[in-house]
């Protein structure tokens, strides 16, 4: 099983970009979906993107399509999430995970990354 790591949050003016990272130990890795959930305060948890476990498959939620690319580096067990054109709504608390199946249910989670995005 992974162990999932994020990092890259922190404070951007609305229009600015960010580049969120979700490191991972363990050896199977590659064997891993990984997608990238966020909260914001007072809201239930959304679905931002995912990516499949060779990089070939990535969907994302239609509020950050357009804007946010899902990408990762088997090499390295890192999934990066570029957010670009950030909005205020795009305020929240970042997490990774990992899961079996792309659509499906995501069982290993990360700690997350606090994003803030400000006029």
């Known amino acids: 099983q992974v162990q999932l790591v994020e990092s890259g949050g922190g404070l951007v003016q609305a229009g600015g970009s960010l580049r969120l990272s979700c490191a991972a130990s363990g050896r199977l890795f590659s064997t891993y979906n990984i997608g990238w959930f966020r909260q914001a305060p007072g809201k239930e948890r959304e679905f931002v993107a995912a990516v499949s476990m060779t990089g070939s498959i990535t969907y994302y939620a239609n509020s950050v399509k357009g804007r946010f690319t899902i990408s990762r580096d088997n090499a390295n067990s890192t999934v990066y999430l570029q957010m670009n054109s950030l909005k205020l709504e795009d305020t929240a608390l970042y997490y990774c995970?990992?899961?079996?199946?792309?659509?499906?249910?995501?069982?290993?989670w990360g700690q997350g990354t606090q994003v803030t995005v400000s006029l």
């Open positions: 995970a990992a899961g079996r199946q792309l659509r499906g249910q995501y069982n290993v």
